[in-house]
């Protein structure tokens, strides 16, 4: 079975701090697919980034880093230079392909970002 | 332009009800699923249809039912509603993807809450 934990629950940071989001997955997959989603106070889901499980490149978008390390089953995110609106619950999931008619996604328990002015 | 669409926003009912939220989504896409937030932020699939046909039916009671009328549509129907079904339901879709690479395109959520 599939698990993503976050073991961060809620993290404080003051704006212009840069933060490190941990996410850690389980999975039997050799292929796979991993996700983060922003969800801010107003409360929809906002895909920011998919990583294949055959790609470790880092990426880098604007103020958000992800790092993937395949050897520590680990995708994680960091956001430099925080800022007010970064403030907003922050998941990993992991995809597993549904007879190529879709993909569930298994979510973790989501890390709530909190950045004061 | 809204993709994914669910309505109602809010929904307050009392226990023992029946009540259905809708899912519409323009975006051409063959899946869509219905997902469940409960007041801990947990997000679990509960259903997963690809063109009207029924995929993934996660342990969900079967108070719930999905229905599909075509695959721009798949609406969550609740018969005897408990007060543990409070919760968020998204509604979501995703085009065929090759080998799980599709990123889900989430509605804004219907807020359930049984008193």
């Known amino acids: 079975a599939q698990k993503v934990t976050q073991a961060q629950t809620e993290i404080s940071v003051v704006e212009k701090e840069d933060v490190t989001l941990d996410c850690v997955y389980e999975?039997?997959?050799?292929?796979?697919?991993l996700f983060w989603y922003k969800q801010p106070p107003s409360g929809e889901l906002v895909f920011l980034i998919r990583?294949?499980?055959?790609?470790?490149q880092n990426e880098i978008s604007g103020r958000y880093s992800w790092n993937f390390q395949k050897s520590t089953s680990s995708f994680n995110f960091t956001i430099t230079a925080s800022q007010v609106v970064d403030s907003a619950v922050y998941f990993c999931?992991?995809?597993?392909?549904?007879?190529?008619?879709?993909?569930?996604?298994?979510f973790g328990g989501g890390t709530r970002l909190m950045v004061k002015p | 332009d809204t993709a994914v669409s669910q309505t109602p926003k809010y929904l307050v009912t009392q226990m023992g009800n029946d009540k259905s939220i809708k899912c519409e989504q323009n975006?051409?896409?063959?899946?869509m699923y219905w997902y469940k937030q409960d007041s801990k932020k947990f997000l679990k699939i509960m259903f997963s249809?690809?063109?009207?046909?029924?995929?993934i039916n996660e342990t969900v009671p079967n108070r719930f039912s999905p229905k599909s009328p075509d695959k721009a549509h798949l609406n969550l129907h609740i018969n005897s509603l408990e007060l543990g079904d409070s919760a968020v339901y998204f509604c979501?879709?995703?085009?065929?993807?090759?080998?799980?690479?599709?990123?889900?395109?989430f509605g804004n959520g219907t807020r359930l809450t049984v008193t």
């Open positions: 249809y690809n063109n009207k046909e029924l995929i």
């Open positions: 979501a879709s995703s085009p065929p993807g090759a080998g799980g690479n599709s990123p889900l395109h």
């Open positions: 999975t039997r997959d050799t292929t796979y697919y």
């Open positions: 990583r294949n499980s055959f790609d470790e």
């Open positions: 975006l051409g896409h063959d899946t």
């Open positions: 999931a992991l995809s597993e392909l549904l007879n190529n008619a879709g993909n569930m996604l298994t």
